[in-house]
């Protein structure tokens, strides 16, 4: 029987894997100075760029508790047994969950109509207090179509400002540390928020589309919560400075205090009876990208997770040598992981878990991939390969609409979503166009009655909403959420 189990999981992993026999370290050496290389810091860090020195890597079974090899055969023994195993160890990379702020408020500083008169527009403040007194706050610019019922919603950070994600003169111009960067050519210097530069990441925030769709739109500026800086990192600049060394003993990576912050938005939005709580996915691009979905695996609050060209520690396996890598990404973002993260540098596979198990804690809720054909950083090819080395255990919750490696270039709207668009690193309108057919599949197409009924009730027989005992057998909830819950976001 162990024999039978063992060529499982070989015949698993053999599918996401090259096999070859060059390392990372020995990629490094063959690439100095051939085409591999495109320059000195590729070089230093033994970037990839050729399919044929991918070179060997074996997954973990994500179906396999990573710490003492239990494997789960159905949903209840993965949900007890083995996932808190893994977000054990996404917590050792990540850093650990910052701790529930002891006081929280919400204030509104604006409100009104907006596009055209079809949505309201709302700016909150949210203040925040832990154990050592200091308050802290952030604010978060929302748009919600004006609708009979509560509606859902996608919560997704900005990179320069709340002002920047719509032409609306009423959003407030910020004041806080951005970083400087160029937008569509418009060039974002003195890393101050600037009332030139709105409307000017619009692109990315299809607004108008997004609340014909019937969907919310909430957004804050990630710097706000956490300056995009090691000095940040260092000086604990940043919203974890709420809690004292003994509350949270730990390095505040910016990954996981914009994750936190993210959660705080959700706070927010269970306080608002406009707005469906059960409904509501984590939308990032890139760095936000790998934020949205630990958001995902960590707050189960939150009914899906959506990547865009996250990569690197984000939807790309670290096993796969192509683009980015452990090393380059601990030498110039140290500061938005846990310092462990360093000791897989050229040493991937040592890896305890691998990205597929990060998307898996996202089951049985969906979660969606995508890529960009010249975006070869965030590997693509990886970025798929995660997904689909993720069905196992969407599988075990009933999941059959599931991705395959053929879907590398089709795109695929099932219990989980991928497509590859032709074009570069970036968050696009025909990025949101997928996004919101996946997302209106999932929250409203599927419900029978109408936008009020929430899946997460006993009884229900939804396989991919969440649930705290989901009975495979007889295919249906058969407990309250509050196991999973607490178990993760407390
Ligand atoms: C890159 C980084 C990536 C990605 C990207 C971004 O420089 O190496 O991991 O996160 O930044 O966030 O734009």
Not at 2 to 25: D, E, P, T, W
Not at 204 to 216: K, N, Q, R, V
Not at 222 to 229: L, R
Not at 321 to 342: H, M, P, Q, V
Request: net charge positive.
């Amino acid at each position: 029987m162990m024999k039978i189990k063992n060529i499982a999981v070989v015949l698993f992993v053999a599918l996401f894997c090259v096999f070859g026999a060059v390392s990372a370290k020995e990629a490094a050496k063959v690439s100095i100075g051939g085409k591999n290389a495109r320059n000195s810091w590729d070089e230093k860090h033994g970037i990839n760029y050729e399919e044929d020195r991918v070179g060997s890597c074996v997954l973990p079974d994500p179906l396999v508790n990573p710490h003492n090899g239990f494997r789960a055969s159905n949903a209840v023994e993965w949900i007890e047994k083995v996932r808190p195993a893994v977000v054990e160890e996404v917590e050792k990379l990540y850093g650990p969950a910052l701790p529930s702020p002891l006081q929280m408020r919400f204030e509104v500083e604006e409100s009104g109509e907006a596009f055209s008169g079809k949505a309201i527009r709302k700016q909150i403040r949210i203040y925040l207090k832990g154990d050592t007194g200091k308050e802290f706050s952030f604010g978060v610019l929302m748009y919600a179509p004006k609708a009979k019922g509560p509606v859902p919603a996608f919560v997704n950070m900005n990179f320069y400002g709340n002002h920047t994600v719509a032409d609306d003169p009423s959003i407030i111009v910020g004041k806080y540390w951005i970083k400087d960067g160029t937008i569509n050519g418009y060039k974002v210097r003195g890393n101050v928020p600037s009332a030139v530069a709105r409307g000017i990441h619009a692109f990315s925030h299809p607004i108008g589309a997004i609340l014909d769709a019937g969907f919310a739109y909430l957004t804050f500026c990630y710097c706000e919560a956490f300056p995009d800086t090691g000095e940040a990192a260092i000086n604990s600049k940043n919203i974890s400075a709420i809690f004292s060394d003994s509350v949270y003993p730990h390095k505040r990576a910016a990954i996981s205090v914009w994750s936190w912050a993210i959660s705080r938005v959700m706070d927010y939005i269970e306080s608002q009876p406009l707005l469906d709580k059960t409904r509501i996915a984590v939308v990032g691009h890139s760095r936000q990208g790998k934020t949205a979905l630990l958001t995902g695996a960590l707050d189960t609050r939150f009914a899906m997770a959506i990547s865009n060209g996250s990569g690197c520690m984000g939807a790309k396996l670290s096993r796969r040598n192509y683009g980015e890598n452990i090393s380059s990404i601990t030498e110039r973002f140290g500061y938005w992981f846990s310092d462990n993260l360093k000791k897989y540098a050229f040493a991937e596979g040592k890896m305890p878990i691998d990205q597929h198990q990060l998307l898996s804690l996202i089951a049985p809720r969906p979660v969606y991939v995508e890529s960009a054909s010249e975006d070869r950083w965030a590997d693509p090819k990886g970025q798929i390969s995660a997904l689909v080395a993720a069905n196992p255990v969407y599988g075990l919750f009933g999941a059959k609409d599931l991705p395959t490696m053929a879907n590398e270039n089709v795109p695929f709207c099932g219990a989980t979503g991928y497509h590859m668009r032709e074009g570069k690193h970036a968050l696009t309108e025909e990025d949101w166009e997928y996004f919101i057919k996946f997302a209106r599949k999932h929250f409203y197409d599927k419900r029978s009655d109408g936008n009020r009924h929430s899946n997460r009730e006993v009884g229900s027989s939804h396989p991919l909403q969440p649930c705290g005992s989901f009975s495979a057998k007889q295919g249906k909830c058969t407990g309250p959420l509050s196991n999973i819950t607490r178990l993760v976001i407390d």
